[in-house]
Structure formats: C-alpha cells, structure tokens
C-alpha cells in the first residue's frame, strides 16, 4: 500500500508540477478550496491534489486494511479445536481455481484479483485527467 501511495501522490503531484497553470481547474469539483495563499495555481492547487489523491485511494486502502483485520484470526489462532478447524478448512481450498472463495482474504482468489490486479498508476492518471477537466 505504502508503494502505491507513494505512486499516487508523485503521479499527481507531477501531473499538477508539469499541468499549464491556466488550465488547472479555478473551482474542483470537490470542493476543497485552493487556501495556500499564493500567485502560483500549481501551489495553491495542492490541497485540492491532497483532497483527489483521498477520492482515488481510501476505498483501496479501507479494502486493504480491512482485509488484513479479517486475517488476524488467521495467523493469531492458539492452538486447540479451532485451529485444527481452520487448517483443515485450508487444505480444502484450491487457491488455482477462480471460483475459490474463503472466508480468509489471504487464501479467496477474488480479493487476491482486485488486490494485486489493480493498475494504480492508470487510476491515478485517468482520475488526475477527470479532474482537470472539471475546472473547464
């Protein structure tokens, strides 16, 4: 998470740094003022870049975080009928096959696809593009 964050935010920082400062939207469409007072647009736009950056990632990392929560029963497990309980739960999933599920985001494929198979970079630039074309 901490990688694709630092992606996110250096993608739309970047975009804004390199954006024509005529074109960088005078009222976002979220609503967050431009309070840095100052002449420069790319600098006083960066509270609404910080407000973009939050839109395009807290659902992921809400996802991630809660996942990791459902997780914990799964790696903290003292010993006794509920572990042997989960591990033989365990043995019966085929993480290769597609329809898997689980009640552990560890082992259900499904997550795993949205999880890792997301394009950060893509949706940090198409949302930094959507949101430069609000302000116009």
């Known amino acids: 998470m901490a990688i694709e964050d630092g992606a996110a935010l250096g993608i739309l920082l970047g975009a804004l740094s390199r954006a024509n400062p005529d074109s960088i939207p005078k009222s976002p469409s979220n609503s967050i003022p431009n309070s840095i007072p100052n002449s420069n647009p790319t600098i006083s736009t960066i509270p ?13 990392a809400t996802t991630n975080v809660l996942g ?19 591990d033989a739960a365990l043995r019966t999933i085929d993480i290769a096959d597609p329809r898997s599920e689980a009640e552990w985001s560890f082992v259900d494929r499904r997550y795993q696809l949205e999880l890792m198979g997301a394009d950060v970079v893509r949706e940090t630039r198409e949302g930094f593009e959507g949101w430069m074309m609000s302000g116009r």
């Open 48 to 60: 609404s870049i910080l407000h973009l950056y939050e839109l395009l990632r807290k659902r992921r």
């Open 68 to 86: 990791a929560r459902a997780n914990q029963s799964l790696w903290h497990m003292r010993g006794g009928r509920s572990r042997d309980e989960r």
